[in-house]
């Protein structure tokens, strides 16, 4: 069914059921909004019709319209530039800047903030508007770091909070001028049910959610001569630094990533997917004892078993599923085994005291700032890993060291710690760790090598996915989930005893770690996610070695050092135990 | 948090299962939560939360959103200054300054020995009456800032003999 509408003067015919907005978007007309989000194939949508900058005249219609909660009807004249609309939405503008600190030079959001960028759409050259300015306490957590000053109440965090994520950590407070974004009870986010998942972050149009900024930590570290300072980078970061340097979204840059990070400085250039391939080691050996277990019929043995590597779902079921720690697999994460086999293993290797050296973590994600700082990952007051950066810091600290990421040839991984395997490379997206698992696990249990390696029904961007494969006879069912509102789903299900699952995978954030809130801003572009996707399933295509029990030095790391997975110090150093946070 | 008396987590357990912790009678076990407890702390919200099985932020932007709830204990007697259009011109303003001045507090505030709260409102439908002051289910109408101090000692005189 269609409609017949003018949009500017031109006729057009549009899809009954659209918004005004969307209608508009269709014919090439970017009627400009600020609170409105739209994430396509992941069903987010934030349009509180808030801020109201996205105004439209309407023939016949009294007053303007906000064009993001307004449907098309047939035989609509549409204006979205008159002289009243063009009015109208800068005084809107004019009116929300009264009330937002002009900090734009230091902001840390300066060049990726929403509002900036209206502000200089709509051509604002000056505030007409003085008045009161909203006074509320900063807050400052581990991870990311609250500004509710910058906040323009678009809703989008609190959207993302508490329905797509349903953590239900932020929440508008008080009314009118007095109206402020914060926690239950105006708590500090690491008092309060908040994952760190960083999905509020990463739709913020200001400055008011970012993360905490490491970047000059990192430096310190590098100009210490006393320090050995290591690095290991996330699957997910070689997706996405690119767009950080101009490149389109999906551009791979794993081997500039190396150059540029060997010119920072760091003495040795590892990867977490090395990491990754030893969780695999990990996880899918206690995921085939399980199983084994089960069906002998040890009623005592838990399943589903659930991944284990994402730090905000980790927190996740601490808070709201206390009464399954049993559940999840006790495998840390793979930027807590690099840590602590780099401060062991290596630093024995090197002959180093684990003071002196230095592990920097590069993240698609901010709790995996919070994650580094949990006291089991500590020895003595040391972390297993020192400092974290996100995807942007890095970009930050690449630009602020004169680096031009895009001029570099591609560099290799140093070696043992950045051998890695098409499976690792999985782990940064939705559907990747459960994949790389079941590559490992099918051929351990049927002693058999996998005829066809990719698995596509694991694939996809679909928020719940499920698939069963054949492990030569004995059928294994498989969950996915992305964004812990699905998540809650299935733990729900396994709660109701309905879940019929035997391994399930979960990230927290939508598409898994390609969009994770430390990556670069998608401004609700969510291509972005698919094309960082699509990179990860090439880089693991392009790996001769595609099963993480197959890497050598994972194999000689268990030779040399750990013995078998889940050996007593394997247990000792790769697992670890969760805490019930509900109170 | 401090831990919630046996008696109020009992008597909030009932509440919240007479509503069959229904998460959309929120504002009505708010509202008798605070007939019963006289103020909203956190310890209560928190646990009214648990029970309706939603999260905190969610109760305490309907405790923050609503001026009828507080958070802070009120006195045994709330004077209501109106400040609906009416009884503004009426001079309802002078009225509450004589409270003020009189009780030593500012709107909102409690008097030291608990007894009264101060605070205002808009209208309470007797428009006829104004200037108006309401305590408790009590309206007094066509007042002056002479009757102020006598309706303060009638006031105090009731505390007293609920003593």
């Known amino acids: 069914m269609k409609v017949k509408i003018?949009?500017?003067?031109?006729?057009?015919?549009?899809?009954?059921?659209?918004?005004?907005?969307?209608?508009?978007?269709k014919v090439g007309v970017e009627i400009p909004s600020l609170c409105y989000m739209k994430l396509h194939d992941i069903n987010i949508e934030n349009k509180p019709g808030a801020c109201r900058i996205c105004v439209v005249e309407v023939k016949g219609r009294k007053n303007l319209v906000p064009s993001c909660c307004t449907e098309v009807e047939d035989g609509m004249d549409i204006h979205t530039h008159s002289l009243r609309v063009i009015n109208a939405r800068r005084t809107v503008l004019e009116l929300i800047l009264s009330n937002h600190p002009a900090e734009c030079l230091t902001c840390s959001k300066s060049g990726n903030c929403d509002l900036q960028s209206m502000a200089d759409r709509l051509g604002i050259r000056e505030i007409h508007y003085q008045g009161e300015k909203s006074v509320n306490r900063k807050g400052n957590s581990p991870a990311i770091s609250r500004d509710p000053n910058k906040c323009i109440l678009c809703r989008r965090c609190e959207m993302m909070c508490n329905e797509v994520q349903t953590v239900g950590c932020l929440g508008a407070v008080n009314r009118g001028f007095h109206s402020v974004v914060t926690p239950a009870f105006d708590k500090d986010l690491i008092n309060s049910v908040c994952t760190f998942c960083g999905q509020c972050v990463a739709v913020c149009p200001t400055g008011a959610l970012t993360e905490i900024d490491e970047t000059a930590k990192v430096v310190r570290a590098l100009s210490d001569p006393t320090k050995t300072v290591i690095v290991q980078t996330a699957p997910a970061v070689r997706a996405a630094l690119g767009e950080e340097f101009g490149n389109e979204p999906g551009t791979l840059v794993t081997g500039k990533m190396v150059a540029a990070l060997r010119r920072l400085g760091f003495h040795y250039v590892f990867d977490t997917d090395f990491a990754a391939d030893l969780t695999i080691m990990e996880e899918g050996t206690e995921m085939l004892r399980?199983?084994?277990a089960h069906l002998e019929g040890d009623e005592n043995v838990k399943l589903p078993i659930l991944t284990s590597c994402c730090p905000s779902w980790v927190n996740f079921f601490e808070y709201q599923f206390p009464d399954m720690l049993d559940i999840p697999s006790t495998a840390r994460s793979p930027q807590q085994m690099f840590g602590v086999i780099a401060k062991t293993y290596f630093a024995d290797l090197l002959k180093i005291e684990r003071q002196n050296l230095v592990v920097v973590s590069i993240m698609p994600c901010v709790a995996k700032k919070y994650e580094r700082a949990r006291k089991e990952f500590q020895q003595d007051g040391n972390s297993d890993v020192d400092i974290v950066l996100?995807?942007?810091?890095?970009?930050?600290l690449i630009k602020l060291c004169n680096i031009d990421l895009n001029a570099l040839e591609d560099e290799e991984f140093d070696q043992p710690m950045g051998e890695s395997t098409g499976a690792g490379v999985l782990f940064g997206t939705t559907g990747g760790v459960i994949e790389a698992a079941v590559r490992t696990a099918y051929e351990l249990h049927t002693g058999k090598p996998l005829e066809k390696i990719e698995f596509e029904e694991l694939r996809g961007m679909d928020n719940l996915r499920e698939a069963t494969i054949d492990f030569d006879g004995l059928p294994i069912r498989i969950g996915i989930a992305h964004g812990l509102g699905n998540a809650r789903k299935l733990l729900e299900d396994i709660r109701s005893g309905k879940s019929h699952f035997h391994a399930i995978e979960i990230m927290s954030c939508p598409g898994g770690c390609i969009g994770g809130g430390g990556q670069p801003y998608h401004h609700g572009h969510s291509e972005i996610l698919k094309k960082r996707q699509l990179s990860l399933y090439s880089e693991d295509k392009s790996k001769?070695?595609?099963?993480?029990?197959?890497?050598?030095?994972?194999?000689?790391?268990?030779?040399?050092f750990l013995g078998a997975p889940m050996s007593n110090l394997a247990h000792l150093l790769l697992h670890t135990h969760y805490f019930d946070k509900k109170d | 948090m401090i831990a919630l008396s046996?008696?109020?987590?009992?008597?909030l357990y009932e509440l919240c299962k007479k509503y069959r912790n229904d998460a959309h009678e929120l504002i009505n076990v708010l509202h008798e939560a605070q007939e019963i407890l006289g103020y909203l702390p956190v310890e209560v919200q928190h646990k009214i939360a648990s029970e309706l099985n939603i999260p905190d932020a969610k109760v305490y932007g309907v405790v923050t959103f609503y001026s009828f709830f507080t958070m802070i204990?009120?006195?045994?007697?709330?004077?209501?200054i109106c400040m609906g259009t009416a009884?503004?011109?009426?001079?309802?303003?002078?009225?509450?300054?004589?409270?003020?001045?009189r009780l030593s507090i500012k709107v909102g505030e409690?008097?030291?020995?608990?007894i009264f709260t101060l605070s205002t409102l808009r209208c309470v439908g007797a428009c006829s009456l104004a200037p108006v002051v309401s305590i408790g289910d009590k309206v007094f109408g066509n007042v002056t800032p002479l009757q102020v101090k006598k309706i303060i000692d009638e006031y105090v005189e009731k505390a007293e003999e609920m003593h």
């Open chain 2, 73 to 80: 204990p009120r006195g045994k007697f709330n004077i209501s």
């Open chain 2, 110 to 114: 409690t008097t030291k020995d608990g």
């Open chain 2, 6 to 11: 046996e008696t109020t987590n009992n008597f």
């Open chain 1, 544 to 560: 001769t070695i595609r099963k993480s029990h197959e890497n050598p030095f994972i194999i000689s790391l268990y030779k040399n």
């Open chain 1, 290 to 292: 399980r199983l084994k």
């Open chain 1, 390 to 396: 996100t995807t942007r810091e890095l970009g930050r």
């Open chain 1, 6 to 25: 003018t949009i500017d003067n031109i006729q057009h015919s549009v899809p009954r059921g659209l918004t005004v907005l969307e209608a508009a978007h």
């Open chain 2, 87 to 101: 009884c503004y011109v009426k001079g309802n303003e002078l009225i509450l300054d004589e409270f003020k001045r």
